[in-house]
């Protein structure tokens, strides 16, 4: 079955400050999501990728899947308090109706 | 238009005592899943179901059953809760326009076994 390891487990960045989340597969990704998550909430969707090299951004945040469909990255930009919170990434094992798995978070802290 | 709804919100059990959680989707979407989440970790798939009428185990089925009872409703069954089931339930859905639409959760249950 597909792993995905997130990296790192934990950051902790002054305000305005760039940072990257990494989610690195097992396997080829068929399709990732990224999530964020405010302690003791729900689950906010920020964005999905499907093809090999696809960038995708809203406001701050860029998201990329590499060429080989195996690693995704997060880049926050000039971060601020209202980033912080659990950044999870999930993947699909192939098309619609198949596995969908998820790592195991970064939580990110950002100091004002 | 409600989404992806979870019931109950919070449930506190005794070891050995059974529940079924429930989850309801208007999207009419075909696949569903439930995922717990311990404190301070990520999602844990522990089924799911691509379609009406059929389901898979996910990465820890152990000590659960579910039930696709028609195409909105994937309910999750406790027969009999131990400590360790203490944990976030989270429902969720996710259609087949595209070969991966976005999964929507619901907002999750907070179950406790004491």
Known sequence: SQELEQSPQSLIVQEGKNLTINCTSSKTLYGLYWYKQKYGEGLIFLMMLQKGGEEKSHEKITAKLDEKKQQSSLHITASQPSHAGTYLCGASEGGSGSRLTFGEGTQLTVNP | ?114
């Open chain 2, 1 to 114: 238009n409600a989404g992806v709804t979870q019931t109950p919100k919070f449930q506190v059990l005794k070891t050995g005592q059974s529940m079924t959680l429930q989850c309801a989707q208007d999207m009419n979407h075909n696949s569903m899943y439930w995922y717990r989440q311990d404190p301070g970790m990520g999602l844990r798939l522990i089924y799911y179901s691509a379609s009406e009428g059929t389901t898979d185990k996910g990465e820890v089925p152990n000590g659960y059953n579910v039930s696709r009872l028609n195409k909105r409703e994937f309910s999750l069954r406790l027969e009999s809760a131990a400590p360790s089931q203490t944990s976030v339930y989270f429902c969720a859905s996710r259609g087949r326009r595209q070969s991966n639409e976005k999964l929507f959760f619901g907002s999750g249950t907070q179950l406790s076994v004491l």
